[in-house]
């Protein structure tokens, strides 16, 4: 439930409230009508098309999409904001295949009785986590039982620990999940999951390992070993150690999520990988310059990732789309830029439409931006990012940050202004799923930026082949994108620039 603001922020939000129906001009309207289902569904059917061959960090399908974005942004005439007066903004990658042979994980007893070893040429598959280094040792800490985030040990018992969550894998949810999100935002030092499906199963995926993968050049040059997020059989680790058989059937039969800790074992990691060659990905920038002599060197920053998963190999139907993860984002900044470029809709602060990358890698593309702004951060006053805006709900749009700044009482005012868009921001509904951290905002954020972002939720084709364009409700998409519109505009013209709730900085910057 979202807090009711301070009377301080209530008399913000009556003073800002006027801002939007003050910018309501003619020409400002139809600026926000030119945002139409018709421009939506025509661009989400070019940037998930199966010749962008689902958006890989890198691949030559990202780099069509970003050719296509940067072409779009010319076509408007916005200021390229990319390297060397393009609008394309270039970060290293690094080209790693995996030595399964000399990887391992290992378990053993503090006496050194007891030995267990579980090789990644058989036994072992890795999910996330991709830098090597010298082994990492650790205490273990055993979950087990249905996944209840709200009933997570605390941080102090989990930091520094590898987390061996015993799961039953009919009823686990897909990996990047709550439970996995809040052990790594404790400072888990790796989650491991102990499932029961069949080892033979298990030996064909990490028959995989050695695959090439890529990994951020300025995340190589720091210390790294740890993998995030493993997986290994239940009966791979009793075959060696037989005793581990009724600690695994205990937790499996539990009704409440159990916690155990293991103080006479420890488990040590090594990840060992080749370094094969570089390569390089993009970003696209944007500039609309502002009409304020004083105002214009501050900026509002639009963003949305262009990136989403690739290829599956072995699918009769292999190529993931990513419609609307994060095609109707990609969409929706083509439409905003389209429309705050048209005559007499720029506002008084700059503007910044940017669409990243590597976004499912981890963020890449927006750490690289708000470590390489093409103007000083400090300048940025706003972050309104979009991501997966096309789905679900038809009258409700999922904006999280929304208790963390004076954004929150200036979007129900820019909302209450546009009854006719019909559609109802409200705070982030899945605190627990800590979304706050998986999008390009967080970045913003952690830089001290004021964000918002908008969101219409997860659904079942998230990360599957059936996340296709004719499953995007590209009328909903197009009320929601106008309502970021507005929004943009009361920003961008406000006499005072956003402002932190008291703590709420520090709160985003250390909760994770």
Do not use: C
């Not at 989650?191 to 990490?206: C, G, L």
């Not at 155990?260 to 990691?269: F, G, I, R």
């Not at 990243?356 to 390489?372: Q, R």
């Not at 659904?459 to 499953?471: C, F, I, N």
Request: proline letters at 6%.
């Amino acid at each position: 439930m979202r807090a009711v603001p301070s009377l301080a922020l209530a008399g913000m939000a009556l003073i800002v409230a006027s801002a939007p129906l003050a910018a309501q001009t003619k020409d400002v309207k139809k600026a926000a009508a030119s945002i139409t289902e018709k421009d939506v569904r025509k661009r989400i059917n070019i940037i998930a098309d199966d010749s962008m061959m689902g958006r890989d960090t890198p691949s030559p399908g990202l780099e069509m999409t970003a050719q296509y974005v940067a072409d779009q942004f010319k076509s408007f005439g916005l200021k390229p904001g990319g390297d060397s007066g393009s609008y394309l903004q270039r970060y290293a990658l690094i080209k790693k295949q995996l030595l399964a042979d000399r990887s391992f994980v290992e378990f053993s007893s503090s006496d050194l009785q007891d030995f267990i070893v579980l090789p990644f040429t058989t036994s072992v598959i890795q999910y996330e986590g991709e830098s090597a280094g010298p082994p990492v040792t650790a205490e273990i800490l055993l979950i087990g039982g249905p996944t209840d985030p709200e009933k997570f040990p605390a941080d102090s018992l989990v930091k520094g620990k590898f987390i061996v969550w015993v799961v039953n894998w009919d009823q686990v949810p897909k990996f990047g999940n709550a439970m996995i999100i809040k052990a790594m935002t404790a400072g888990a030092a790796g989650v491991f999951a102990a499932s029961n499906r069949d080892t033979t199963v298990i030996a064909k995926a990490a028959a995989q390992a050695g695959r090439v993968k890529v990994a951020r050049a300025e995340d190589a040059k720091s210390p790294g070993g740890v993998p995030l997020v493993l997986e290994f059989s239940q009966a791979a680790v009793a075959a060696q150690f037989p005793q581990a058989q009724g600690t695994f059937d205990q937790l499996n039969a539990a009704t409440e999520m159990m916690v155990l800790s293991l103080p006479d074992w420890t488990a040590t990691v090594r990840i060992s990988d080749s370094t094969l060659g570089t390569a390089m990905a993009p970003n696209v920038v944007g500039v609309l310059e502002g009409t304020d002599p004083t105002l214009n060197n501050e900026y509002v920053v639009f963003s949305a990732h262009m990136d989403h998963i690739g290829i599956t190999p072995g699918k009769p139907d292999s190529i993931n789309n990513g419609a609307d993860d994060d095609g109707s984002g990609t969409v929706g900044i083509l439409e905003l830029a389209e429309a705050f470029a048209r005559k007499k809709a720029a506002t008084r602060r700059s503007l910044i439409f940017v669409t990243v990358s590597g976004e499912e890698k981890g963020l890449w593309g927006s750490a690289y931006f708000t470590a390489h702004s093409p103007v000083p951060i400090d300048q940025v006053v706003a972050n309104l990012n979009m991501d997966m805006i096309g789905r679900n709900w038809p009258d409700t749009v999922e904006t999280i940050g929304m208790t963390f700044s004076t954004l929150g009482p200036m979007l129900d005012s820019v909302a209450s202004a546009n009854p006719k868009l019909g559609m109802t921001p409200v705070n982030d509904l899945s605190p627990e799923e800590r979304r706050l951290f998986r999008s390009d905002h967080y970045n913003f954020a952690r830089a001290g930026v004021p964000i918002l972002y908008f969101t219409s939720g997860h659904h079942p084709d998230y990360h599957e082949v059936s996340d296709s364009p004719d499953q995007i409700n590209a009328e909903k998409e197009a009320r929601l994108v106008q309502l970021v519109f507005w929004m943009g505009q009361a920003v961008g013209n406000a006499a005072t620039k956003p402002a932190w709730n008291p703590g709420a900085l520090e709160q985003v910057q250390q909760a994770r």
